[in-house]
């Protein structure tokens, strides 16, 4: 299993990492590999502004469709669009050209230490 | 092989057709009415076609030919008497734009079919409108929603759904504008009771609950759930996919559930999946009852007539549903009588111990108590193997695959509902063949990986079908 070092996680799988002023926001790679091949990735329109905690887009593979969750609250800046001819990077570099959106935090003080680091993720996974 | 379009065998002057004699006066279409062009319909003679339909029937896998284990949809036999009914003239001539006193016996087997719904399911009342289960079940959030602003309480906007609902659970809630939360199960597979009363207030629209659940396990707390929700001011929805677990034996209005649809073509016995179409009546209790989609059929003195419920959200099918899937339903009910539906939901549930004991030995069941109509096994038996492979290696032994990875809690999920219709041979037969593919996963996994092998087409790319779908019947 493919891990980030420097990224924060969630419960639901999604990793966030900092880029400036920005955070970055992708899928891990244990959630890809549960998954297994995506074929579909639906996000949300640039200037949306979303919440922590709720639905910012859907991935589907040929398993399953699931709905990825917000894990900082903030305005949507940039999206993957890329994603939309090439799901297959998600399973390939999901930490990498697989990431799904840059988010302008609102609350970041507040809600970045609640994430889990990358040893409690594991953890939580393993547990 | 490729299977000629009816198009393309068309020959111009052949027809597979004769018209009977006139027996009324001719008389001439007026004008406006005619046809300004061909229709352009294939010219075929009845051989052609009757082998055409043969050999595309031959492709199929049915419940006719093979052992059709599919969770969750109840693939029962559909006893052929049901077509002997819905082929008689004095139904198949009757058209609904007919004047009511002219078809006085459509409407009193409508009628009927109501009473009989409402007597197994213990509701007040049942609109045969919806056109299949998840339009039954749209037709159900709608009439929880007109309910809800009939009192004039705005604020509930919240569906409760557990994480083990089917699909179309969440789907009906957003089409109605409400947003859904997932309520967890416990270790017991039912519903956790502290996440339930955690998330009930005054925003709550209703729960929506499938009893026996997706896991094919009843929700031991139902009165208790029930009562949490009723509390909270909302209502209770019952998913009636699995209503076949229950038929005769347990009715879901005594168990506190407000409004519930029936798959007719589940639990009733009527066409079914690709050879529908469906049918989706939708139950309430008296407190519901206004909102109710119609027209219902209500009895009037010796008469039958078509009524519209005072606050109904309206007509939700055109004319009055599927009539010949309901007249399928009516007779698979009378034919059965009120023991025999006991002893189906019965031999439903007993065949289904009997496989879950037997599978469980290869493939383990998760959450292993005594079930309802179905179980839930997990497929990942031996190094690399997945259920999909499971799924597939079946089809070469001639058994059509169980449901696969749902209910989405259970890993590697394969949900086997055999049905009261199957004997003791064939649910041997097939935890036999269970067995044998074990074997052959742990001494030639390959054999698995590529399988079927035996079907007119291998196994499917389903990732480049879903990333580059060619949507052509010729590419």
């Known amino acids: 299993m493919k891990l980030d070092q420097d990224a924060k996680y969630q419960d639901s799988h999604e990793w966030a990492r900092k880029e400036g002023d920005l955070i970055v926001v992708g899928i891990s790679d244990h959630a890809q590999d549960s998954l297994s091949d995506i074929v579909y990735v639906e996000l949300p329109v640039i200037d949306d502004e979303i919440d922590k905690g709720d639905v910012f887009g859907v991935v589907e593979s040929v398993k399953a469709a699931s709905d990825m969750y917000m894990p900082v609250s903030g305005e949507i800046v940039e999206v993957n669009d890329a994603l939309e001819d090439t799901p297959e990077v998600v399973n390939s570099d999901p930490f990498g050209e697989g990431w799904f959106i840059k988010v302008k935090p609102t609350n970041l003080d507040a809600e970045w230490d609640n994430l889990m680091d990358v040893d409690a993720y594991v953890a939580s996974i393993e547990g | 092989m490729y299977e000629s379009l009816l198009f393309e065998i068309s020959s111009p002057g052949r027809t597979a057709c004769s018209l009977p004699d006139l027996d009324v006066p001719e008389a001439e279409l007026p004008s406006e009415f005619l046809r300004q062009e061909a229709v352009n319909l294939p010219e075929i003679s009845e051989l052609d076609l009757v082998r055409h339909y043969v050999r595309l029937s031959q492709k199929n896998y049915s419940v006719d030919s093979v052992f059709y284990p599919l969770g969750s949809c109840t693939m029962k036999y559909n006893p052929k008497v049901n077509e002997v009914a819905a082929a008689m003239p004095k139904f198949t001539a009757t058209h609904p734009l007919q004047p009511e006193e002219t078809v006085q016996g459509n409407l009193q087997l409508m009628y009927e079919l109501q009473e009989a719904i409402k007597e197994i399911a213990g509701f007040a009342d049942v609109s045969l409108q919806p056109a299949a289960g998840a339009h039954g079940e749209f037709a159900g959030v709608l009439i929880m929603r007109a309910y809800h602003l009939s009192r004039g309480d705005t604020q509930r906007n919240n569906m409760l759904i557990p994480d083990s609902a089917h699909g179309t659970n969440p789907a009906s809630c957003a089409m109605s504008g409400f947003s859904v939360q997932q309520i967890p199960s416990d270790e017991r597979g039912n519903i956790d009771l502290d996440a339930l009363r955690a998330a009930c207030n005054e ?19 139902i009165e208790e759930i029930a009562k949490i929700v009723h509390d909270a001011g909302g209502l209770i929805y019952g998913d009636g996919a699995n209503l076949n677990a229950m038929m005769g034996v347990a009715r879901p209005g005594d168990l506190g559930i407000d409004v519930m649809h029936f798959n007719l073509h589940k639990t009733f016995s009527t066409p079914h999946g690709g050879g529908g179409p469906g049918s989706g009546p939708v139950g309430v209790v008296e407190k519901l009852r206004p909102f109710q989609p119609g027209p219902i059929v209500a009895k009037d003195g010796d008469s039958y007539t078509l009524k519209m419920p005072e606050q109904s959200i309206g007509a939700v099918k055109s004319f009055w549903g599927n009539f010949g899937v309901l007249l399928r339903a009516y007779t698979y009910i009378r034919m059965l009588g009120e023991d025999g539906l006991r002893l189906a939901t019965e031999d439903a549930v007993l065949n289904a111990n009997y496989l879950r004991v037997k599978v469980g030995k290869t493939c383990p069941v998760k959450y292993d108590r005594v079930c309802m109509h179905e179980f839930v096994s997990m497929g990942d038996i031996a190094e690399g193997i997945h259920t999909m492979d499971i799924a597939k290696r079946l089809i070469d032994y001639g058994f059509h695959p169980p449901t696969v990875y749902f209910p989405l809690i259970v890993h590697e999920a394969l949900m086997i509902e055999p049905t009261e219709t199957e004997s003791k041979e064939t649910l041997d037969a097939f935890a036999d063949v269970l067995e044998k593919i074990a074997e052959e996963a742990r001494e030639n996994p390959e054999l698995l990986h590529s399988a079927p092998h035996t079907t007119e087409v291998s196994r499917l790319d389903e990732v480049v079908a879903a990333r580059k779908p060619v949507l052509r019947y010729k590419a």
Not at chain 2, 208 to 221: A, H, I, Q, S, V
């Open chain 2, 203 to 221: 925003t709550t629209v209703g729960l929506m609950l499938t009893n026996p659940n997706t896991l094919g396990l009843f929700e031991e707390n």
